[in-house]
């Protein structure tokens, strides 16, 4: 049962325009919502989080919207950059504050950023 | 400073044997995770630990997996008598404090795990 889904397992994209990755999730106790990049041989990195209570959060050229009643998240990027090309999970996670930590992750989307 | 460390980052080993999996947080983080990534798929939990106190362990597949925290420092995923559908990257991550907001995860670069 897959609570978290990335069903675009590839995107590609010019540089310069606007990318956009999108998740759904189907567990409506999930309050946190996360975006994590991943380079080949490294571990997934943090890049940006959205809480329930927001619809939107900004940081730089990202973007992530959050549409609860839809349970759909999107990841906006623009401009697109060369070194923005990597795979893209989208996690989730519910009782944050509590402390539970726990993340769902999503497939992953392979962004490709086209010169 | 130092990131996540995992050791070894490459196993090789046979259908039956056990095999102890390393994570080493970042110094002074209080949580440590381990999940498990299949090919093609995102990480999968297993489990965490706050401190030594082992918090969750719902991920855990079966009693064949184990994890240990001793001191509250470095971490110890032991998978006995493998099978060949535990070959996975296993990847441990770590974060400073504990309830109340979001505490970004760090994750180590994994540990490539086949069993033959």
């Known amino acids: 049962d897959q609570q978290v889904k990335q069903n675009s397992p590839s995107l590609s994209v010019q540089e310069g325009r606007i990318s956009i990755l999108n998740c759904d999730y189907t567990n409506s106790m999930f309050d946190y919502f996360l975006w994590y990049k991943k380079y080949p041989a490294e571990g997934p990195t943090f890049l940006i989080s959205?809480?329930?209570?927001?619809d939107k959060n900004e940081d730089g050229r990202f973007t992530v919207f959050l549409n609860k009643s839809a349970k759909h998240l999107s990841l906006h990027i623009v401009p697109s950059q060369p070194g923005d090309s990597a795979v893209y999970f989208c996690?989730?996670?519910?009782?944050?504050?509590?402390?539970?930590?726990?993340?769902?992750f999503g497939q992953g989307t392979r962004l490709t950023i086209n010169p | 400073g130092a990131g996540v460390s995992q050791s070894p980052r490459y196993k090789v080993t046979k259908r039956g044997q056990d095999v102890a999996l390393r994570c080493d947080p970042i110094s002074g983080h209080v949580s440590l995770y381990w999940y498990r990534q299949a090919l093609g798929q995102g990480p999968e939990f297993l489990t965490y630990?706050?401190?030594?106190?082992?918090?969750?362990k719902s991920g855990l597949p079966n009693d064949r997996f184990s994890a240990e925290r001793p001191e509250g420092s470095i971490s110890t995923l032991t998978i006995q008598r493998t099978e060949q559908r535990d070959s996975a990257m296993y990847r441990c991550?770590?974060?400073?404090?504990?309830?109340?907001?979001?505490?970004?995860?760090?994750f180590g670069p994994g540990t490539r795990l086949t069993v033959l």
């Open positions: 991550a770590s974060s400073l404090r504990l309830a109340g907001f979001y505490n970004e995860q760090f």
């Open positions: 630990f706050n401190y030594e106190a082992q918090q969750d």
């Open positions: 996690a989730a996670s519910e009782g944050i504050i509590q402390g539970a930590q726990k993340l769902v």
């Open positions: 959205i809480s329930s209570i927001k």
